[in-house]
């Protein structure tokens, strides 16, 4: 496996499930990154990590969890979502945070659907 | 505070036909950086162009070609001959290192035979 990658790539579940997102990059990098990506709206920058150490919450709700346990996986955990968070969710990598040229690399995405 | 707008939402051209993508962005740093991603139906970005706010030499790639204005906070994207294969979103980004990322709204290009 090569660049980023994201399981499930499509994820249907109901308002009082727990779900769980997986990212994982093979490309040696220092930092990860969760966006949403919902219709017709810019991509929104959810978290990132920073030698598996979180950054940024930009203000993102409880019910979305982050979890880095290393440099190469990172987890969105999910429980009593709205149908609201139905989006496109992908993952993304780079180099470094500190003096980043700002390269990076995304993962397919997992296109969520909360019933 | 830092924005990205993209102002043309779909922009539907015949094969072959020149097309310009634009972009202005805000931002009150001097040092940042600018992006354009390509996003095809599969739904992955694929990263086409970097640029730092201290080189405004345009930049040409085969059929994709970028301009860069600082004057004017303008990033625009032009592709040459455009082919079929070149429908898909285009997004673009202003990084404001160390880690915010902000995307436009992104233009939806659709290249017909």
């Known amino acids: 496996e090569t660049g980023v990658t994201q399981t499930p790539r499509h994820l249907v579940m109901g308002m009082t499930n727990k779900k769980s997102l997986k990212c994982e990059q093979h490309?040696?990098?220092?930092?990860m990154y969760w966006y949403k990506q919902s219709a017709k709206k810019p991509l929104e920058l959810m978290f990132v990590?920073?030698?598996?150490?979180?950054?940024e919450n930009n203000s993102v709700p409880s019910r979305f969890s982050p979890e880095c346990p290393n440099s190469s996986h990172l987890f969105l955990h999910l429980h009593t979502l709205q149908p609201e968070d139905s989006a496109l969710y992908l993952c993304?990598?780079?180099?470094?945070?500190?003096?980043?040229?700002?390269?990076?690399?995304f993962g397919p995405g997992t296109r969520l659907t909360v019933l | 505070a830092q924005k990205v707008t993209q102002a043309q939402t779909e922009i539907s051209v015949v094969e072959k036909e020149d097309v310009t993508l634009d972009c202005v962005y805000e931002t009150r740093d001097t040092t940042y950086y600018l992006f354009w991603y390509k996003q095809p139906p599969s739904g992955e970005l694929v990263f086409l162009i970097r640029r730092n706010s201290f080189d405004e030499q345009n930049e040409i790639s085969g059929r994709y070609s970028w301009n860069f204005q600082k004057s004017t906070s303008s990033f625009n994207f032009t592709i040459t001959a455009s082919q079929v294969v070149d429908s898909a979103v285009y997004f673009c980004?202003?990084?404001?290192?160390?880690?915010?990322?902000?995307f436009g709204s992104g233009t939806k290009l659709n290249v017909k035979p």
């Open positions: 980004a202003l990084s404001d290192p160390p880690s915010q990322f902000y």
């Open positions: 993304a990598s780079s180099q470094d945070l500190e003096g980043n040229d700002g390269e990076q690399f």
């Open positions: 490309l040696g990098h220092n930092a």
């Open positions: 990590y920073s030698l598996e150490e979180r950054v």
